[in-house]
């Protein structure tokens, strides 16, 4: 049996996106964190301006994810994210015990 721990993921995907592609992202990665553990929430916090520009961008979507997984899933969630066009930035944390 492998452990599981709760983490809470930040993802900033381009505002360029059409509300419908970026429902489509969203809904990946959501598909993607059920496969491997338990989706609590998804809070969509929507467009709002970057601190600093991000690959000539000024504008961001961002989503938070909490979920529970296998303390080896982030690594490979994080390599997903890593390799899509579609996001900026993101962010895994484990939350506190």
Do not use: C, H
């Not at 360029?16 to 489509?24: I, R």
């Not at 929507?46 to 938070?64: M, S, T």
């Amino acid at each position: 049996m492998s452990i599981s721990r709760k983490y809470e993921t930040v993802i900033i995907f381009k505002a360029t996106l059409s509300e419908e592609d970026t429902a489509a992202q969203v809904e990946k990665f959501k598909s993607l964190i059920s496969a491997n553990g338990t989706l609590d929430t998804v809070d969509e916090w929507g467009k709002r301006r970057l601190a600093y520009p991000i690959n000539d961008e000024n504008e961001g979507y961002y989503v938070q994810f909490n979920y529970t997984a296998p303390v080896d899933f982030p690594a490979e969630f994080d390599r997903q994210l890593k390799i899509s066009d579609n996001v900026l930035r993101s962010l895994i944390l484990e939350q506190g015990k």
